[in-house]
């Protein structure tokens, strides 16, 4: 063993990042140093603000793709006068739409904030981005692309404004606040709420709303419940075959252009974009926000993460946070299915690859 230490390294093919990242470094201050653990990321990005935004005072964000092209998507839009928004957003069924919600939400957000309250603002920021998408796609859809019907993203931001911390979420995209607490430790504080219809709480909602669909709820696994059986999450963006009855294929399949048909009982909508919006009041115990796609909690608990976002602030490493995290998540897959983390970073994104994990995005904002 050896003290724990982070190693950035160039490679001529991208970035790339040799981590020592593991559960026993975050508790115990040494790990073991893999000898060539590299990841090459999509996007490595961040930066110590040169003056705090209210109580933000960096942010740092890394994304490493499962699928081919990568599904998620992340944005941070810092504002001296109007504060910081992050977001994180987790395709499925395609990038697009992750895509096209990263590039309109946070302006949507922006708009909003000019004249409303930021918890009703973000609630129509999220309403306004989901109309504009089904305005586009509804062209493709006539036009007999049915693929359409079927892309989705899940969707969380959060606000910050002085000492005033906004969650809005829709999906399985997770925020967990890293905060001392009482013991001098840092503790997981959970900010947001999954909405996947592996929960009983969303189940419910679906049968009572539903009743006598048989398949209103289909699971595979006790973790892999699907609403009708074909979506996990039970809110996002998109997805409009499970929201609007004109959306959904056709009952022939030589007429569906790659999109989903629901033979009756159909009675949408099943699902919604309307975020949960959560207000937090930030303190000097709050010392960090983790914004993770879900790919990061496939592997890791909301402690496990703090931990190891904690191990480097320890070390004064706040900018390899985010990708020791990412790392840590894939060196995590890769144990669980008997591989080496070469191994697995070795496979080509795209199926073989995301048999394994899952896209990982982790964007951290840092308090002072």
């Not at 490595?44 to 933000?56: A, D, F, K, N, S």
């Not at 089904?134 to 969707?155: D, I, W, Y």
């Not at 900018?319 to 669980?336: P, T």
């Amino acid at each position: 063993m050896r003290p724990c230490s982070s190693v950035l390294r160039w490679c001529s093919s991208g970035l790339a990042i040799a981590v020592a990242a593991t559960t026993d470094c975050a508790s115990s201050g040494t790990c073991e140093a893999p000898a060539s653990a590299a990841l090459e990321y999509d996007s490595i990005e961040g930066q110590h603000l040169p003056h705090p935004i209210g109580r933000v005072v960096g942010h740092y964000a890394a994304s490493y793709r499962a699928n081919f092209p990568n599904e998620d998507r992340w944005n941070v839009h810092v504002d001296a006068t109007d504060g910081v928004l992050a977001a994180v957003m987790d395709g499925h069924g395609g990038w697009q739409v992750a895509e096209f919600v990263q590039t309109h939400l946070v302006n949507h957000t922006r708009r909003a904030l000019q004249s409303a309250a930021p918890a009703q603002a973000l609630a129509k920021a999220f309403y306004d981005t989901d109309t504009q998408l089904k305005a586009h796609l509804r062209p493709s859809l006539e036009l007999g692309f049915g693929v359409v019907n079927r892309v989705g993203a899940c969707g969380l931001v959060a606000y910050t404004h002085g000492d005033a911390l906004y969650i809005a979420n829709a999906g399985d995209v997770r925020a967990v606040l890293g905060r001392v607490g009482t013991k001098g430790t840092v503790r997981a504080t959970p900010l947001s709420r999954d909405h996947n219809a592996k929960y009983a709480r969303e189940q419910e909602k679906l049968l009572e709303a539903h009743p006598g669909e048989d398949d209103i709820v289909v699971c595979r696994s006790q973790d892999a419940c699907y609403v009708k059986g074909g979506l996990q999450p039970t809110r996002a963006f998109g997805d409009f075959v499970f929201k609007d009855a004109t959306f959904n294929g056709s009952p022939y399949p030589e007429r569906r252009g790659g999109g989903r048909y629901m033979a009756p009982p159909y009675t949408p909508p099943y699902i919604s974009s309307v975020p949960d919006v959560h207000l937090h009041n930030l303190t000097a115990a709050d010392k960090f926000l983790i914004l993770g796609s879900d790919g990061v909690w496939d592997f890791v608990t909301n402690q496990q993460a703090v931990d190891l976002v904690q191990h480097y602030v320890s070390i004064g490493e706040h900018a390899l946070a985010s990708q020791g995290l990412v790392h840590h998540v894939i060196s995590r897959a890769a144990a669980e299915y008997k591989q080496t983390i070469d191994a697995l970073a070795a496979l080509p994104p795209g199926r073989d690859r995301r048999r394994l994990h899952d896209d990982t995005t982790v964007v951290i904002l840092f308090f002072g």
